[in-house]
């Protein structure tokens, strides 16, 4: 059976019900999954364990890629399977069940995590559950969407499920390309020198033997979830624009740029979108996750070609990546997350990332996890590795959220991602400020200006001018910074006390 | 004259005393000067231009590579020369000068510094000042005790001002290795892949036309200021010792450890100097600095080499460096710390990082700069290069400061420099806490068993306590999270609530 796809003939043995595979799991195993950005996760497996979970309950630490699709982390989380989860997610289930403190999530740089597996840092995986397009004849295992930390889990686990996906055509194999640094000490520098070139192998090496069982699927990846473009978004891509535009003018750049990076979500997607109405040519992308925006840039020209981890569209663009598949081949390399957020590469290759804060504050300070200081939203993601060792780390967010009650511009940011030594640009609808070479006091007075919306902006200089008579290099009123955030606790708006004069 | 130093005969002609060299310069200009953890530094030019700058003010922005010593940063700010300074001080006159806000101080990680004047995001360099032991033949520049940024700088600069120093003796030639990063696109690998390994010159290439002027001085570096080991450095030494020893004995790393990273100070040097009481051997250095620990390290045998960009030690211990120089020779590598601060590099041989918090949070986050949140001490140097590449990120501190006025032990830092993504270990004179793949609620119990002061204990764990009330992934009680600086700020005490009662 699925002799196309399953190439190794002994393994035509391992087939079996997703339900039997799910009875190879012992309570307390470490287990790494596929997956990253709701593309390329295991279907089959989670609703298995979920199942059995519910006649016999037993939990695991899960490792992944990144976010998970179908609703599996939500679904793995009600039924008390997941007691630890790492390094990413975005589900709003398991979300309640993080921020009720019921499961242990540990938020990390997604290069980092197959590092740490390698180091010994975390426990070692016991199984590996990787969806597949096909394995090969000598057992190498084609991944579908994405390749996230599939081939570090693949290496170090002790027993291999593979979930073969015959939703994802054959002709996705040759897209990935396959290269895990090797241990420490002795590593040899990663040879990638271009965001195009190919320095592994089309699928991840495996010895057939380690591969315990293989279901079969046809469940698709969900669709992205982000929504479209809108005014504020539009806005802020022209600023970005014309920032970069700047930049080439001043001949720090030439009009290819240098590869971009663009965060999984809404704005980031929206300010690439824009740039299909920029005069920029052969762009170039070296990202973690490549969105609806990146397809478009590709179709239009201005995308030469694009490197990612992942590959997450919506149900329209799906069907158009697939059906123009061979298109898109010469100009696609999808790579295991370390890789694509590796600093070693983010540093040579110069990256530009664009990622999206929650908030920031008025010396540049990001929050991009915590809402309201203490309350998980998704993760840190790849924004970190990006932001410290990249050319560029441009912050973008709308100026205010929940219709104004909240400004995304604060005095002092209730939970720090990224400080004030990473961040070169933050970006609202209302302008830009530009960063680079200023000192504290020099960026409050700017960023207010720049960023912040105008109903903030008193409140925010009368806050900086209280803060300048205490003095310091980086001004605080200590009993009044987290002021915002108490105001919109108490009374659900930052524009409470504005409001009750 | 000095035909031993000025080897290439042309740039005899270019001798004159400091003050006709501090005529070169012009108000507003960009000046990058030689000198990291006051060792290298130029000492002839900064007197005079602080000479010239009281008959005839102008001021200048001061890159360098980290402090300089000589107080020349304390008579240039006082002299009103110093209108913006980056990446790096330590000198308590500019320290009152930059939190009174009267010097622009930009602070950055020590590995960027570089990078950012090659992309032009900072304004490029228009003389270069630059200690050095000889300018050989074709004109190279041979450093003294430090490279820092001078590759660089010169690299850059329209004018180059060299001051030979006869008191470093001319067998420092060869101890340096200057190699500098090609620009972007294009860039190559580094090839460096072993701590000690060479792959530059020995001295800074330069086209002796641009060497506009040499000046000679025979002025020592200054001493370093470090404390001998107490009681308390002492037990953290034995803490992190009894760590690494476990990382053996898990399988985790061999008994060679990796290379270890020390960041400048008293509790740094203390720690390396308690290595000689452990029972490692063949260990190596890749740090920004070596200070008098390094040197007992190399002496004792038990430190293979060791690659820094700059050597700081006491006066005995200098002096004891130079009469023994023949024996370092092969062991030691001093490099531009664009080199011995990169991410490619830090993550590839996996530094294992040392360095010194100000304060760290029930949660993980470190302060290392901001004294209460607001006022600079020196800097982050280059902690955030090592803490967020390297292999093991460890921060030490003593448990309290101002004799138990202070705890370094807080509900929330009040300045943010190194996210708790980027903590692994901390470390007080009370024991070690192993954060590695621990979620915010787990490390804050672990942090302040371990690591508070017991006279603090019962208060944080009853602000953790209330803090578990509101939820969240880091909980916290946002009105009282800063409270504890409040505190010292109204009363002298963070202990005044307690004291009170």
């Known amino acids: 059976m699925y002799a196309d796809r399953i190439r190794h003939p002994a393994l035509q043995q391992k087939l079996m019900p997703a339900s039997d595979a799910a009875s190879l799991f012992r ?221 080439v003018a001043a001949g720090r750049m030439t009009e290819k740029l240098l590869p971009l990076q663009a965060g999984i979500g809404t704005i980031a997607n929206a300010v690439l979108h824009g740039l299909t109405q920029s005069s920029f040519r052969d762009l170039t992308m070296y990202s973690e996750v490549l969105q609806d ?7 239009s020209g201005q995308l030469a070609l694009a490197s990612a981890s992942s590959i997450t569209l919506s149900a329209a663009k799906h069907e158009h990546f697939l059906r123009n598949l061979e298109r898109y081949r010469e100009r696609i390399v999808l790579r295991p997350q370390e890789i694509s957020n590796h600093p070693e590469i983010v540093r040579r290759l110069g990256i530009i990332g664009l990622n999206t804060a929650l908030e920031f504050d008025i010396y540049g300070n990001v929050n991009s996890t915590h809402v309201g200081g203490t309350h998980m939203m998704n993760g840190i993601g790849g924004s970190g590795d990006f932001a410290r060792n990249g050319e560029l780390a441009i912050f973008v967010s709308k100026s205010v959220a929940k219709d104004g009650a ?59 001018e209280e803060a300048l008579r205490r003095g310091g290099q980086t001004p605080h009123v200590l009993e009044k910074a987290l002021s915002w955030h108490e105001q919109y606790w108490l009374y659900g708006s930052m524009n409470y006390k504005n409001l009750s004069i």
């Open 406 to 464: 909240i400004s995304s511009v604060v005095p002092m940011v209730a939970h720090v991602d990224h400080t004030e030594h990473d961040v070169d640009v933050l970006v609202t609808e209302w302008g830009l400020a530009d960063l680079r070479g200023l000192a504290p006091r020099e960026r409050a007075l700017l960023i207010i200006e720049r960023c912040a919306h105008p109903s903030y902006r008193p409140a925010l200089l009368a806050y900086y």
């Open 27 to 247: 309570d307390g195993m470490t287990v790494g999954m596929s997956g990253f950005t709701r593309a390329g996760d295991a279907k089959a497996l989670p609703l298995a364990l979920v199942e059995r979970a519910c006649r016999e309950p037993f939990s695991l630490t899960l490792l992944t890629g990144a976010s998970l699709g179908n609703d599996s982390d939500g679904l793995m989380a009600n039924a008390g399977l997941l007691a630890r989860r790492m390094p990413f997610q975005a589900d709003a289930a398991l979300r309640h069940k993080i921020n009720n403190g019921e499961v242990m999530f540990i938020d990390q740089h997604l290069s980092e995590t197959a590092e740490q597996l390698r180091s010994g840092a975390l426990h070692p995986v016991d199984i590996a559950v990787i969806e597949a397009v096909a394995i090969t004849e000598d057992g190498g295992i084609v991944p579908t969407m994405a390749v996230g930390n599939s081939a570090s889990f693949v290496q170090q686990a002790k027993q291999i499920i593979v979930e073969l996906n015959l939703s994802a055509p054959l002709a996705l194999e040759g897209l990935h390309d396959i290269y895990v640094p090797q241990p420490r000490p002795g590593r040899a520098p990663i040879p990638l020198v271009e965001p195009g070139q190919r320095i592994g192998t089309t699928a991840i090496p495996v010895d057939p033997a380690r591969i315990a069982a293989i279901v079969v699927t046809a469940s698709p990846d969900s669709p992205s979830n982000v929504l479209p473009p809108d005014e504020e978004t539009d806005a802020i891509a022209r600023h970005v624009i014309a920032f970069l535009e700047g930049e």
């Open 293 to 299: 925006s990146a397809i478009e840039l590709l179709d």
